[in-house]
């Protein structure tokens, strides 16, 4: 089940009763513009109308090869650039997935009710196996551990990209069958999937932005980078030449246009690329003065940041006191309803 952001009036009227949002995102040392649009951006709208919690999972990022020397830097990063990004730690408690280790206590208990069969069917786990010589797992029990992520907390919102509504429709599944089990004590939680930004593509325009697959802009990098990157991606196929009409909608930078730009320069865009009046070069420029209006300020917060490293350290250290709270709560709940010796 999932849900489109809601509009302003919807969100006055839903002032009143504010429900619990959680969301996650791995330390992979990078933020980019596919993370920003599909899910960071949401979050930081949620946390100013509702209770929210925000975990960099760090147990999530030991699935994929990783140097454990990079680990906590890229923890750290990862922290800068969500908080640089406008992420106010005061409303959308911050903290790091290890630092809570009772989610990997729930993660056992909602394994002995999850049938394999339902977790071998999950897109994003078929997809990375097909990849991998010998399949660990962890990679299969992944989605588990993101069902205690969420349930531990009763959240009963999680605002993220497209490619994760799977993951949070199994979660349900997971809250329906503890409940069933044990009697009901969690919620059964929606994805919060941004209308335009819920699935970006890479800068090959065919699949999806990720970085495992090298085909991103990040948030911090510095505008030359990102121009260069940007200058070369791809358009619409069709349009081989630039007096060539070109098709805005099968064109993926049209759809960043939709993203970053003024609904007047969409609107132009949309008309002139179609009737070949500007060209794919010209069409990128606007585009990346509209970006780089967004991403300025951030990068300036983002150096602001990296300056006070210990800033950061407490934001998360006291992020990670008020989860753990919520978290120790649950767990006892959890205790009681499993049945579990209390000495
Ligand atoms: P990546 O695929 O680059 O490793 P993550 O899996 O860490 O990114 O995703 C973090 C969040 O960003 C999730 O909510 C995910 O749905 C969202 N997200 C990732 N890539 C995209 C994309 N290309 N378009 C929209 N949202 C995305
Ligand atoms: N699996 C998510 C991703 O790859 C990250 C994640 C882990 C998450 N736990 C979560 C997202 C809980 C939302 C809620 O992007």
């Not at 049938?115 to 196996?129: H, N, S, V, W, Y």
């Amino acid at each position: 089940m999932t849900e489109a952001l809601a509009t302003p009036q919807q969100l006055n009227h839903t002032m009143t009763k504010t429900k619990r949002a959680l969301t996650g995102i791995q330390p992979s040392g990078e933020l980019h513009i596919g993370n920003y649009l599909g899910a960071v951006r949401n979050w930081i709208r949620l946390a100013q109308r509702q209770e929210m919690f925000t975990s960099i999972v760090d147990y999530h990022a030991l699935t994929s090869p990783l140097d454990s020397e990079e680990l906590a830097q890229k923890t750290f990063d990862m922290a800068v650039a969500i908080l640089a990004a406008g992420l106010d730690p005061e409303k959308a408690t911050l903290f790091v997935q290890s630092q809570i280790p009772e989610v990997t206590e729930l993660t056992w208990i909602y394994l002995t009710l999850t049938p394999i069969g339902e977790l071998e069917r999950m897109t994003q786990f078929k997809d990375k196996a097909s990849r991998q010589q010998s399949i660990l797992s962890g990679l299969l029990t992944y989605p588990v551990l993101q069902a205690a992520d969420i349930l531990i907390f009763k959240a009963e919102e999680v605002p993220v990209g497209e490619d994760q509504v799977q993951h949070v429709e199994l979660t349900r599944e997971v809250a329906r069958k503890f409940n069933l089990a044990y009697g009901q004590t969690f919620p059964e939680p929606k994805a919060i999937v941004p209308e335009v930004g819920g699935r970006i593509k890479g800068l090959d325009g065919k699949t999806k932005m990720s970085k495992s697959l090298g085909n991103t802009i990040g948030l911090l990098e510095p505008p030359q980078e990102a121009w260069d990157k940007l200058r070369v991606a791809k358009t619409d196929p069709a349009r081989l030449r630039r007096s060539d009409p070109g098709d805005p909608h099968s064109c993926n930078i049209f759809n960043l246009h939709r993203n970053f730009s003024p609904k007047t320069t969409v609107d132009m865009v949309e008309v002139e690329c179609a009737r070949a009046g500007i060209g794919c070069v010209d069409c990128k420029k606007f585009l990346f003065e509209h970006m780089e209006s967004e991403f300025r300020p951030i990068r300036e917060r983002a150096a602001d940041y990296q300056a006070k490293p210990q800033q950061v350290k407490e934001i998360l250290a006291s992020g990670a006191e008020k989860a753990r709270k919520v978290a120790r709560q649950t767990m006892t709940e959890v205790h009681e309803k499993v049945g579990f010796y209390k000495p």
